[in-house]
């Protein structure tokens, strides 16, 4: 299948903000979303925007959608080291199954 | 949030044996589940597309043959690895549909490692 792009590496400092971009390839693609996996675990939804939304908070987490540019991100306001991970943005795909990028490396330093 | 479990969590096997992992649906019936494969630093690739009742769809380049699934029921998918090889070795991730909210939640993954 096309890809989904992202950046394979972030670092930030402790109580910056983190911004993870993505882009999608699917214009129809009715919803996008942000996993996070930490070291040898599965994945945990974090949020998801619905397509016809151009941002959607939910707490630290911001999500922006520039379905123009097909262009997904994640803003996590206030970077905590616990939020050091690696986080996928999927597009559903044909049918139910998701289209994952490969994912990008969140490292905090304190 | 909804959960899935995934059993076993991590299982050593010897080349040509066969392992059967679980992925179970706790708190909501999922008439579709689906199986991923994650190779160390990369992402989740789908194999296939398991639906309740009917036989699974592959993607491209999975052998049914070798990985058999069966979703006998609304909370119950497996994927059994026969004959495994060292090849084989992988994270396994299956997710499940949540109807009511179009969602899909993640299982806790399965780490296969044959000998």
């Known amino acids: 299948g096309e890809d989904v792009e992202q950046s394979l590496f972030l670092s930030v400092r402790e109580g910056d903000s983190s911004v993870i971009n993505c882009t999608y390839t699917?214009?129809?693609?009715?919803?996008l979303y942000w996993y996070k996996q930490e070291p040898g675990a599965g994945l945990q939804l974090l949020t998801y925007i619905f397509s016809n939304m151009d941002m959607k908070q939910d707490q630290r987490l911001t999500v922006l959608l520039n379905k123009k540019d097909k262009h997904l991100s994640l803003r996590i306001a206030d970077t905590q080291t616990g939020d050091s991970a690696i986080y996928f943005c999927a597009e559903k795909g044909s049918g139910y199954a998701l289209n994952f990028g490969k994912g990008t490396s969140l490292l905090v330093t304190p | 949030g909804a959960v899935v479990s995934q059993h076993p969590s991590w299982v050593i096997c010897k080349s040509g044996t066969s392992v059967k992992i679980e992925c179970r649906s706790l708190?909501?019936?999922?008439?579709?589940m689906f199986w991923y494969r994650q190779f160390p630093k990369q992402s989740l690739m789908l194999m296939a597309t398991?639906?309740?009742?009917?036989?699974?769809?592959?993607e491209q380049g999975v052998e049914k043959d070798k990985f058999l699934i069966n979703h006998a029921s609304l909370t119950l998918s497996t994927l059994t690895v026969t004959s495994a090889h060292p090849e084989d070795s992988s994270f396994y991730i299956c997710?499940?549909?949540?109807?009511?909210?179009?969602?899909?939640?993640f299982g806790p993954g399965t780490r296969l490692t044959v000998l």
């Open positions: 708190d909501f019936q999922a008439t579709t």
């Open positions: 699917d214009s129809s693609s009715t919803y």
């Open positions: 398991s639906n309740e009742g009917s036989k699974a769809t592959y």
């Open positions: 997710s499940a549909r949540d109807p009511a909210g179009d969602t899909q939640y």
